[in-house]
């Protein structure tokens, strides 16, 4: 059984590997196609090959599910075409037994997702947003046109809105503008600074304008007499530094997808989100999807066997692997939907990220297990139907 299980293993991890070099190429292709008309002096063609080498983490984490059906089925379907799974059969491997074999061989993988996942990808992530702001000068991940907007309570009750235009490489950040708010929602201060950076907690601002507002304004201003004092004081420094809970990883946090987050990471953002009492549903629902991607290959792992245990007589290896390629692309689309519906809907996150999951692979297990007992079946329908008996 052991030989067995590793000539599976050897016959699956070929054919993945060399799906997804062709699918991880092919995207890399249309990528640089696409992007050639950034070059100019800045931005040099090395730079776009740096960039797409940094985006390759990403695209092997979306490509790795499909990549390893089509892989599989394709294994499995040569298997099939060279009568090997039939003498595995003869031998006494039912075809549940073999599926578990399957799961076995897919659990190195899953473990190699898994630090895909949550290592190599967020890292390549947070180097290419850096990349991008200094080769290309954006980052466009939760911009609005006015910037990127921030929220955190201040010492004394109130609440702070920052305002940052731009970021720029190594957490720094420029174009920043704070609103403090007293307890009432009453405007406290106004302070405009060019440049900043984060260092232990707090925000160091250089050329800062900032604007003080007497406590007693909103009475005066209610009052139809001109105030005898001014009601706002203006100074100018050349630095100064505020208490913040903003951190250059929460920067970061805020223009990388969700799904692109580590677990570790999108749990610090998801507290810092909720301090703050912003919604967090976004990030929630990434966070269950995180924990389900793993589990996903098992899934494909699942869909992929029913297809490569049919006789080639009901198709030859190009019709399995097209049938994979379209289940592929049909899990993918319903894994969208699914999130798209949940969110706009208010699911809740486990089901959105578990039960596309969920109902494909019993839909396989069902299937796998009407193919292993299709004698039975057949037997059940001509005695419940007897006019459905083939004429011999």
């Given at each position: 059984?052991?030989?067995?299980?590793?000539?599976?293993?050897?016959?699956?991890?070929?054919?993945?590997?060399?799906?997804?070099?062709?699918?991880?190429?092919?995207?890399?292709?249309?990528?640089?196609?696409?992007?050639?008309?950034?070059?100019?002096?800045?931005?040099?063609?090395?730079?776009?090959?740096?960039?797409?080498?940094?985006?390759?983490?990403?695209?092997?984490?979306?490509?790795?599910?499909?990549?390893?059906?089509?892989?599989?089925?394709?294994?499995?379907?040569?298997?099939?075409?060279?009568?090997?799974?039939?003498?595995?059969?003869?031998?006494?491997?039912?075809?549940?037994k073999?599926?578990?074999?399957?799961?076995?061989?897919?659990?190195?993988?899953?473990?190699g997702?898994?630090?895909?996942?949550?290592?190599?990808?967020?890292?390549a992530?947070?180097?290419?947003?850096?990349?991008?702001?200094?080769?290309?000068?954006?980052?466009?991940?939760?911009?609005?046109?006015?910037?990127?907007?921030?929220?955190e309570?201040?010492?004394?009750?109130?609440?702070?809105?920052?305002?940052?235009?731009?970021?720029?490489?190594?957490?720094?950040?420029?174009?920043?503008?704070?609103?403090?708010?007293?307890?009432?929602?009453?405007?406290?201060?106004?302070?405009?600074?060019?440049?900043?950076?984060?260092?232990?907690?707090?925000?160091?601002?250089?050329?800062?304008?900032?604007?003080?507002?007497?406590?007693?304004?909103?009475i005066?201003?209610?009052?139809?007499?001109?105030?005898?004092?001014?009601?706002?004081?203006?100074?100018?420094?050349?630095?100064?530094?505020?208490?913040?809970?903003?951190?250059?990883?929460?920067?970061?946090?805020?223009?990388?997808?969700p799904?692109?987050?580590?677990?570790?990471?999108?749990?610090d953002?998801?507290?810092?989100?909720?301090?703050?009492?912003?919604?967090?549903?976004?990030?929630?629902?990434?966070?269950?999807?995180?924990?389900?991607?793993?589990?996903?290959?098992?899934?494909?792992?699942?869909?992929?066997?029913?297809?490569?245990?049919?006789?080639?007589?009901?198709?030859?290896?190009?019709?399995?692997?097209?049938?994979?390629?379209?289940?592929?692309?049909?899990?993918?689309?319903?894994?969208?939907?699914?999130?798209?519906?949940?969110?706009?809907?208010?699911?809740?996150?486990?089901?959105?990220?578990?039960?596309?999951?969920?109902a494909?692979?019993?839909?396989?297990?069902?299937?796998?297990?009407?193919?292993?007992?299709?004698?039975?079946?057949?037997?059940?329908?001509?005695?419940?139907?007897?006019?459905?008996?083939?004429?011999?």
């Open positions: 059984m052991n030989t067995a299980r590793r000539y599976l293993a050897s016959e699956i991890y070929r054919s993945t590997a060399v799906v997804l070099i062709a699918l991880v190429g092919l995207f890399t292709f249309f990528a640089l196609i696409d992007d050639l008309d950034n070059i100019g002096p800045k931005f040099t063609l090395l730079s776009l090959f740096y960039l797409q080498v940094l985006a390759f983490p990403t695209r092997l984490y979306d490509l790795l599910p499909i990549g390893l059906l089509i892989g599989a089925v394709l294994a499995l379907a040569g298997l099939a075409q060279r009568n090997e799974l039939v003498i595995l059969r003869v031998s006494g491997v039912s075809g549940l073999l599926l578990g074999m399957l799961w076995v061989v897919t659990i190195p993988m899953v473990v997702a898994f630090i895909l996942s949550e290592v190599v990808t967020p890292a992530e947070v180097k290419s947003s850096e990349a991008n702001l200094v080769l290309l000068g954006r980052s466009e991940g939760g911009r609005l046109n006015s910037g990127y907007w921030f929220k309570p201040t010492p004394g009750g109130g609440t702070r809105v920052i305002n940052i235009t731009r970021l720029l490489a190594i957490g720094g950040v420029s174009g920043i503008t704070l609103y403090e708010f007293r307890k009432g929602q009453e405007l406290t201060s106004f302070t405009q600074a060019k440049n900043g950076h984060f260092s232990h907690g707090q925000l160091i601002l250089d050329d800062v304008v900032e604007t003080q507002i007497d406590n007693s304004s909103k005066a201003l209610a009052d139809v007499q001109t105030p005898a004092q001014p009601l706002s004081h203006i100074r100018s420094l050349p630095e100064t530094s505020i208490p913040t809970t903003l951190t250059p990883q929460r920067l970061i946090a805020r223009i990388l997808t799904e692109r987050m580590s677990i570790r990471d999108l749990l953002y998801i507290g810092y989100l909720h301090a703050n009492k912003l919604q967090t549903e976004r990030q929630v629902v990434a966070l269950w999807r995180k924990i389900a991607y793993p589990f996903t290959l098992l899934v494909m792992m699942t869909i992929a066997a029913p297809i490569g245990f049919m006789q080639t007589r009901r198709g030859g290896v190009g019709s399995k692997v097209f049938v994979g390629i379209l289940l592929g692309v049909g899990f993918f689309m319903l894994n969208q939907l699914a999130l798209n519906v949940g969110m706009l809907s208010k699911w809740p996150p486990w089901v959105t990220a578990l039960v596309p999951n969920l494909v692979l019993g839909l396989a297990l069902g299937v796998l297990t009407l193919m292993e007992n299709q004698h039975w079946v057949r037997r059940f329908s001509q005695a419940r139907w007897p006019w459905s008996k083939r004429a011999v």
